[in-house]
């Protein structure tokens, strides 16, 4: 590996001096925000030398041009082309500013940044999500919504219109790592399972990593939600105001000093409280809040800085107040706020970005007052990175340093007050080259040296992603090793429990995962492309709540290893007017877990068992059509049922530990399991529609919608407390209509 | 034309799938079980009223509301014959707020007599358990102490086996109980007597030998212990500071055979799992049987000295202070 480092650092220093290097950054000329994916090429008259496509910042460099004069050529779907011409000397670093124009002859044309986004460009467990992605799908209002998206692909399971939790290939929510430029929340996602913190007209992309991810990421094994935001209109103040059932917003955007500063914000507040009773006949207890404020600057041609803030509070009743049983509130509240900066070094081919940044979650259960139950993260967060690029690898380094503070005050009814403040500091540092081998192939070797409070020694985590692409297909793979200190315990005595207490994983045994990818796609004709991938993990040291007949969630954990399979089948359709995909996914996780008492109790070393987000299939169908000046979407979705403790019943215990007076001495209720997660809940299943036209006025676009919710009413379980047998169900059918005004 | 087939499959499929399925599942968190109760308490032979606590498996978690008894607890004594119907209460704990079942009986348990206990449901299903009180303790008594040398006190040691004359197999909770009284300076130098009552796990130091088991109390390592117990209370400054010993009782729960725990241990981790230390046909619980057997006596003055303490058991101490309490 360091043999492969050097050659990485060598080779590409020893061309760099015979060449030079161009690089800038890519705006759209109509607002001045950054552009990314946009191919820059460099002609040599009309023969290619060489070229890049701009990153999330708009940034481009391409290093080792040879000394001569050339075209430079930038392209994007929608944009007419630009040209420069540019002279590049020994040992230059050429800086070039591309702005490209929207060609208005290609405004109405419905632009998918195909070459980046779609249902099938899944590539090694990595696939972008761009907002146009977004609004293709049905949703409850007339923005749209990350997360929407995010629960129609294959490997992810989520705990369905309530709840807020993914489980993306076998992984738990609190193995994903979620990202915001660059900032960590820990809850994203709100109690109205169809909203994040992550609405679509903020957002400029989304990478998610079901797995296999890079050495940039660490502290997290399951999954990477990597986040961008735009950077807000730097010529002109813009905005929009949406009100529908479920949520109203407010946008607004524009230049604090224009063409070098802007500001972006959104504000959005759920309306489905007040709403649900005169529209579905019934009290839909949930409320969220979210806000996001960014203001950029583009300091020059060649730095950027960023400055973000995140604040969004949920509140749900998941049950209602009954049988003397108060109402079972849970409540959560993200922070976060960071600062990031960006810039291209004068004399070297290096991209360099450092970043601040501190967030918190805070969730509470039981009444607002007086919780029950109460847990809190939070962490100041470090970290720089830099990209050389070189003529036969660019090489990514950087490090980390975090700060994590947890604290967890569990009590309540049936439960043993537990009190615990953590602190746990984790420092890493990596180096991963990405080599260009030719004929379409790339590899990209990382190496992370990372600490862990609970690791007596740093530990080493490899990763490797290979792509191949040629004649229409793609074969991609990934591998890898990655910990995560920091867990996520839940209650398992409720079905689709949403309250989680964050610990830290015992001395010497944090989680660790190894795993694998490898997928292939192809077009089987123009307009029809299939992506097949498959996916490995083994799960080391997994901290899962002590498996007990005792009626409690406590943060005694015990240790299991497990093992996760399964794959995705991707068909996506786009003909004329009709868009559409259908994903599949088969997985199959189950955990092995040695817990002490097991022999004791069942005559066993090893349990295993399926945990509770085991989903085996899942299907999910999505379709848009376009007649006349409407459009139409639906989408499917199917889920097998996910298993659950199911019990004999219940009865209790006195410690007969000496001449105890069963008369005073109240015992202990317990629970009768027959074994670990031996029951499976009903299938989930929905069908939401909607429809949508726009109109078109001299300042403004007003777009109106309307839709259906759960269209066939399926009762589709959400909650069920195994102990007070209390059942909360997803939304019923739900009517929608939604407006959006949006200045031009 | 590919497309438009693919297009129409696609819809068909859909709107087929959702007209399919569009119905509501139930689920039901708890499975049927023919196992109707779970029991715990125990047979006291000392006692002339018996009570087992009955736990009816069921349903309903909450225990926060009182409900109907509905079972039939009969008791027989296979031995010597006979049959007693116990009664059940609904009793309330205040300690969580919940109610419990309590079945008892005016009758007292027979030593060495074996008894079946029956809880029958009105449907006919019953749990059922047998028991067997341990037999009586016939005698209890003092062996004169004895003089040992102990390498890790300063002087000789002195030790005094308490022997308890019964064909017994197991017990729980051995205890020695010093009752002391120490003397404190108050304010302005004024003196005054604070009493403790400090128990001393015996577990380890019972040992089975002929007919009955020996109770062997070593007195000068309970001086230490007795010591630091006391400091840590803040009732003597010093570990060398006087003890005097009001009262000594030896202690003993004798319990039938089986009531023996998982790994030796009463770990609640452990037995929590129902089925774990159980012993009830066709139901959870533990039923055991034993009683609380004590003896107190004095150790005569010149080896209670020898030990560092002082003994005086008149009830306002008239035991004068004085230079004899650290010889």
């Known amino acids: 590996m360091l043999v492969l480092l050097a050659m990485g650092l060598v080779m590409p220093l020893t061309a760099w001096a015979q060449s030079g290097t161009i690089r800038g950054v890519v705006t759209d000329a109509s607002d001045g925000q950054a552009m990314q994916g946009v191919n820059v090429l460099v002609l040599d008259g009309e023969t290619l030398v060489t070229g890049v496509a701009s990153n999330r910042d708009g940034f481009y460099t391409i290093p080792s041009v040879p000394v001569g004069t050339y075209t430079l050529r930038a392209t994007f779907i929608g944009y007419q082309p630009f040209e420069a011409t540019v002279t590049v000397s020994v040992g230059d670093v050429v800086t070039q500013a591309i702005a490209l124009s929207p060609d208005e002859a290609l405004l109405d044309e419905v632009v998918v940044e195909a070459q980046q986004s779609g249902a099938t460009r899944v590539t090694a467990g990595q696939q972008t999500i761009s907002p146009a992605d977004i609004q293709a799908l049905p949703a409850p209002d007339v923005t749209g919504d990350l997360v929407n998206y995010l629960t129609t692909l294959p490997g992810v399971v989520s705990t369905g219109d309530r709840g807020g939790q993914l489980f993306i290939r076998g992984g738990e929510p609190t193995q994903n790592l979620v990202l915001l430029d660059g900032m960590v929340v820990y809850q994203p996602f709100h109690v109205v399972g169809f909203y994040s913190a992550f609405p679509s007209d903020i957002l400029n992309r989304a990478d998610i990593y079901a797995g296999g991810f890079g050495s940039r990421y660490g502290g997290r094994m399951s999954s990477v939600l990597d986040v961008a935001t735009r950077t807000g209109n730097k010529q002109k103040f813009t905005g929009a105001v949406a009100a529908a059932p479920f949520v109203s917003t407010l946008r607004v955007e524009g230049p604090i000093v224009e063409d070098r500063i802007s500001v972006l914000t959104s504000v959005r507040q759920s309306l489905i409280e007040q709403t649900a009773d005169p529209l579905v006949g019934r009290d839909l207890p949930f409320n969220f809040f979210d806000t996001f404020g960014k203001v950029h600057a583009s300091l020059n041609e060649t730095s950027q800085l960023a400055l973000t803030g995140l604040f969004t509070t949920d509140r749900g009743t998941l049950v209602q107040e009954g049988g003397g049983t108060p109402a079972e509130e849970v409540r959560w509240e993200n922070q976060a706020i960071g600062g990031r900066y960006v810039v291209l070094p004068k004399a070297y081919p290096i991209l360099a970005e450092a970043m601040v940044s501190y967030s918190r979650l805070r969730t509470e259960l039981g009444p607002s007052e007086t919780p029950n139950r109460s847990s809190e993260i939070s962490n100041f967060n470090v970290e720089a990175h830099a990209t050389y690029y070189g003529s036969l690898a660019d090489i990514n380094m950087g490090f980390r340093m975090t700060s994590v503070s947890l604290q967890n005050r569990l009590g309540g009814a049936y439960q043993i007050n537990i009190n615990e403040d953590e602190f746990a500091p984790e420092i890493g540092f990596y180096a991963e080259p990405e080599w260009r081998l030719g004929n379409g192939l790339r590899v990209r070797t990382g190496l992370v040296l990372q600490h862990y409070k609970q690791k007596p020694f740093p530990v080493f985590e490899p990763r490797l992603r290979l792509v191949w692409e040629g004649r229409g297909q793609q074969i991609s793979a990934a591998f890898g090793r990655y910990h995560q200190e920091l867990v996520g315990l839940n209650d398992k005595r409720d079905a689709a429990s949403v309250f989680t207490a964050w610990t830290l994983a015992p001395a010497d045994r944090v989680p660790e995962s190894w795993q694998g990818i490898l997928g292939y796609r192809f077009s089987l004709f123009d307009g029809l492309d299939l992506s097949v991938e498959g996916f490995y993990k083994e799960l080391y040291n997994l901290s899962i709540p002590e498996w007990s007949a005792f009626p409690a969630l406590t943060t005694r954990i015990q240790s299991a290893d497990g093992t996760a399979y399964g794959a995705d089948v991707r068909l996506e359709i786009n003909q004329n007017k009709f868009y559409g995909y259908v994903n599949y996914g088969l997985s199959n996780v189950t955990y092995r877990s040695d817990q002490e008492n097991f022999q004791l109790w069942f005559d066993l070393d090893e349990l295993e068992f399926r945990p509770p987000h085991d989903r085996r299939h899942q299907v999910t169908m999505v379709g848009t059509y376009a007649f006349g000046p409407f459009d139409a979407s639906v989408r499917w979705q199917f889920g097998a049922g996910l298993p659950f403790n199911q019990a004999l019943g219940f009865d209790g215990l006195v410690l007969l530990d000496g001449p105890v007076d069963v008369n005073t001495d109240p015992g202990f209720r317990r629970v009768i399991y027959e074994r670990p997660y031996n029951g499976v809940l009903p299938t989930y299943h929905r069908l939401d529609m909607s429809v949508e036209r726009s109109f078109e006025f001299e300042y403004t676009t007003v777009k109106a919608q309307a839709g259906l919710i759960n269209a066939y009413d399926r009762a589709n379980l959400f909650y069920l407390d195994v102990f007070t047998l209390d059942r909360a169900d997803q939304l019923p059918l739900v009517p929608t209509f939604g407006l959006e005004i949006a200045l031009k | ?327």
């Open chain 2, 1 to 327: 034309m590919r497309f438009r087939f693919l297009t129409l499959a696609l819809l068909c499929a859909l709107i087929g799938t959702a007209v399919l399925t569009g119905c509501e599942e139930s689920v039901d968190p708890i499975l049927e079980t023919d196992v109707p109760f779970t029991l715990f308490g125990y047979l006291d032979p000392k006692s002339d009223v018996q009570s087992i606590r009955v736990f009816p498996i069921e349903s309903e978690f909450d225990t926060r509301v009182e409900r109907p008894i509905d079972a039939v607890f009969t008791s027989t004594d296979l031995t010597g014959g006979g049959s007693v119907t116990w009664t059940g209460e609904n009793v309330f704990f205040p300690e969580n707020g919940t109610f419990g079942q309590v079945f008892s009986a005016p009758f007292t348990a027979e030593y060495g007599h074996t008894y079946e206990l029956e809880v029958r449901r009105p449907d006919g299903l019953t749990s059922s358990v047998v028991v067997t009180v341990p037999p009586a303790v016939s005698s209890v008594f003092a062996q004169p102490p004895d003089r040992v040398i102990n390498t890790a006190l300063p002087r000789p040691g002195v030790v005094q086996d308490v022997r308890f004359v019964s064909p017994f197999d197991t017990f729980l909770d051995a205890t020695l109980t010093y009752y002391t009284r120490v003397k404190r300076t108050g304010a302005g130098g004024v003196s005054f007597f604070t009493r403790d009552t400090l128990a001393i796990a015996y577990e380890e130091r019972m040992a089975q030998a002929g007919d009955g088991w020996n109770f062997s109390v070593a007195l000068s390592e309970d001086r230490f212990t007795l010591a630091e117990m006391l400091v840590n209370r803040q009732a003597i400054d010093d570990k060398d500071d006087c003890i005097i010993v009001e009262r000594m009782v030896a202690t003993i729960f004798v319990t039938n055979d089986e009531w023996v725990p998982p790994n030796g241990r009463f770990d609640i981790n452990e037995i929590i799992q129902p089925g774990t230390f159980s012993n009830v046909e066709n139901g959870f619980g533990f039923v055991g049987a034993g009683y609380t057997e004590s003896y107190r006596w004095r150790t005569p003055e010149p080896e209670m000295q020898l030990a560092s303490m002082l003994y005086d058991d008149i009830p306002n101490g008239t035991l004068q202070w004085s230079a004899q309490c650290n010889p």
